[in-house]
């Protein structure tokens, strides 16, 4: 009887799996912590406030020296972000088009002016855009 080595059985067994982690990087043990049902609540409610699994909410916690706990943003700023892309998504669908239009002579001079402001206006709301989620996942 041959004997395989673990990385070579779990690929036979999960050929489109994800790959195996190194014997290091794998997580073998565990530490078991007695909490009170409320103190168990809170770190409940604390790694969900994170948006985070509790597993990774407390090796955060236990592991790093300066904890911050951060929450999550909203439901409605994933929400209003995501409209937002799609709204920034059709006026670059937009002005792609009307560029490709005047590049054959299809529209006027004063419309090609007019469609530049519209792309700089586009630029600063992305980067307005950009700043208020850095700032919002930050907090």
């Not at 043990?29 to 103190?39: N, Q, R």
């Not at 990774?56 to 592991?63: A, D, H, K, P, Q």
């Not at 088009?97 to 469609?115: P, Q, V, W």
Request: aromatic share 4%; charged share 20%.
């Amino acid at each position: 009887m041959e004997i395989t080595p673990a990385s070579a059985r779990s690929a036979s067994r999960n050929p489109g799996g994800r790959k195996v982690l190194p014997l290091e990087q794998r997580r073998l043990d565990f530490i078991k912590v007695w909490l009170t049902t409320g103190e168990k609540q809170l770190a409940l409610e604390n790694a969900a406030a994170c948006n985070l699994p509790v597993s990774v909410f407390s090796r955060e916690v236990l592991l790093k020296q300066n904890v911050v706990i951060k929450s999550a943003p909203p439901k409605e700023f994933y929400e209003a972000y995501a409209s937002l892309a799609r709204v920034g998504g059709n006026l670059n669908q937009l002005c792609h088009a009307l560029n490709a239009a005047a590049s054959i002579g299809m529209i006027e001079d004063a419309t090609l002016s007019r469609l530049s402001q519209i792309e700089s206006t586009i630029k600063s709301v992305s980067e307005s855009l950009s700043a208020v989620r850095d700032t919002l996942i930050s907090k």
